[in-house]
């Protein structure tokens, strides 16, 4: 090896091996203790050891942020990065995610390695989980991961909440596109029951959107006794007329299960919330092609067409029938 110390500007000649060392040398101060080691050192020994150094310092930190970070929070970073690639193709760091690839923390770091993330996206989630979950308290407005709900509860020392969903309402735009849209004066409710449906959810993934106000508090408890009063007058009206109805005309119907299926189907039809189905003009607006009902009609009633298909020569049939008895009969007069 040549010494050439602060001299590397002699080798700026084309057959200078290791260029990037002598531009290094004549960047640095001639003070530097640098200037001191033999011309090829730095570039022959050290910086081998060097890149072996920091590869295993990247794996240690590697190892070190995906076990201190909570698995919720990895999905996420993954998740957005997998989004940010969609979006700009050319400098895409994730081109495909699969659930598998988040299930735990030893498919975590496969990905890591395979996709070579950056560890700088892993650094940046732990520090936010360092900053702690999102504050919460009761009767705040959340969304998270396309569901929107009021916190109704807070554990003590857990990073969940447990959220009262809120209903979704469709709307469309000019060019064809349905989204949701939350109202958050009526509460999501199960199709068994009727009750709220209320879910937990993690304070990481939630993003807080408002507040409950009395006015809404108010507004809430007003569609609940509706609610009720809706539910009450269908039960009476299903009770005292309806059911006889169905009946007399099933009366014939063998074996039993099959009677049991066309009450019970006609039963849900009815109760189904979601239609105004004690308004006569309703009634009157369903079509027996299902494609030519209305958005509302199609929407709340998508769950029977294919539980009809069991004992129904069509899916129409038995909503049909039940129509044809509300208007024959006059149920609503």
Known sequence: MVKIGRWAEAYTE?????????????????????????????????????????????????????????????????????????????????????????????NMMKLVDDCEIPLIYLEETYQKQLQGPLKLEIGDWVECKGQYGVVTCIGLGRSD??????????????????????????????REGGNPRSKEMSRWECKKIGHDTPEWIRLRSRMIVDYNKNCTKRTSIWND????????????????????????????????????????????????????NSYIVRHHLSWCWGLLQWYAESPQVMLRYLRNIVLRDGILD
């Open 14 to 106: 084309p057959g200078n091996p290791f260029p990037d060392e002598t531009d290094s040398f004549a960047a640095m101060p001639p003070e530097s203790p640098m200037q001191i080691l033999s011309y090829g050192l730095l570039s022959e020994m050290i910086l081998p050891l060097i890149k072996v150094k920091r590869r295993e310092k990247r794996e240690q930190r590697k190892e070190f942020l995906i076990k201190k970070t909570l698995n919720v929070n990895l999905r996420r970073c993954f998740e957005e990065l997998y989004r940010l690639s969609k979006l700009d193709p050319r400098n895409e760091l994730i081109p495909n995610l699969k659930s598998y690839h988040m299930n735990n923390k030893k």
């Open 161 to 190: 909440v447990f959220v009262k969903l809120v209903k979704q309402v469709n709307t469309s735009w000019h060019d064809g596109t349905y989204y949701n849209y939350p109202i958050f004066h009526r509460w999501e409710r199960v």
């Open 241 to 292: 007329k309806l059911l006889p109805i169905i009946s007399q005309n099933l009366i014939d119907v063998r074996p039993a299960p099959e009677y049991d299926s066309i009450v019970g189907c006609c039963k849900q039809i009815w109760f189904t919330m979601g239609i105004n189905f004690l308004d006569k003009e309703v009634w009157k607006s369903i079509k027996e092609n299902k494609k030519d």
